[in-house]
């Protein structure tokens, strides 16, 4: 049986996007979501992550090829795409549209978060020669400066909504595609499923980001304080939330 080229790559880039990039984002996520404990606690987890053995390998051949590949190979797709919502309106073909559309704008993001703060390479932005990478004792607040920036912090909201988004369906689509939902039934229950983790992840990210910013993100004051009075977080100096 002949296999064509290009089942072949559709099929490796709907793989890359799941493992090993949609394992990162979940680690990214749970990583960021510890700044709500205070500054020292990410940092730490900062520090952890550039104590892993090989971190160089893991980043290259783990994150940036698969990365790279995933964003190339996504945008030839989404520029072959032939939208037929004024025809069909259904939900399905609008979520291919969300697909396409987080895809593009996810090559930029994602492209502009790198250089940013992970290299630092970006003149006029707060982490400019200050990247988040070798500099874990201040991780914290690099990011919260970087967010102290209204556009930016908005341009990252969106990037996280996007990301969400773009994983939560394409799970599904992954699951379809390679057969493992099969039946009207069972996909319509995976779509609902899909659609609730992208919810998820969305908000997370979101809280997350808003840490930085904001002791304990979007919970409110006395959530906080009892996380507070139980050591899970660190003493808010300014008593402000």
């Known amino acids: 049986m002949k296999i064509s080229n290009t089942f072949l790559l559709r099929k490796l880039h709907q793989i890359t996007g799941i493992v090993p990039l949609g394992i990162f984002f979940f680690v990214h996520m749970f990583t960021n979501s510890k700044a709500m404990s205070g500054a020292s606690v990410f940092n730490d987890a900062v520090e952890d992550i550039h104590h892993i053995p090989y971190l160089l390998f893991v980043e290259v051949f783990g994150i940036f ?4 590949f995933h964003s190339v190979y996504g945008v030839v797709i989404s520029s072959e795409a032939r939208p037929n919502i004024g025809n069909y309106g259904y939900g399905r073909n609008w979520f291919y549209i969300f697909q396409r559309i987080t895809g593009v704008f996810l090559f930029f993001f994602i492209l502009f978060h790198i250089l940013n703060l992970r290299f630092g390479v970006i003149p006029g932005l707060a982490s400019y020669g200050n990247p988040v990478a070798g500099n874990a004792h201040r991780a914290f607040s690099i990011v919260s400066a970087e967010f ?15 990301t969400a988004w773009h994983l939560g369906y394409g799970f599904f689509l992954f699951a ?3 057969g493992i939902v099969i039946g009207e039934k069972a996909q319509k229950y995976a779509l609902y499923a899909c659609i609730g983790l992208a919810v998820f992840l969305g908000l997370v990210g979101i809280n997350a980001a808003a840490a930085f910013v904001k002791p304990c ?4 004051q006395a959530f906080c304080g009892e996380l507070e009075k139980k050591g ?6 300014t008593g402000n939330y």
């Open 65 to 68: 090829l698969p990365l790279l």
């Open 148 to 162: 102290s920036n209204t556009g930016i912090f908005l341009v990252y909201i969106f990037g996280i909504i996007s």
């Open 176 to 178: 379809v595609d390679w």
């Open 217 to 220: 993100g979007l919970f409110p």
């Open 232 to 237: 899970v977080v660190e003493p808010n100096k």
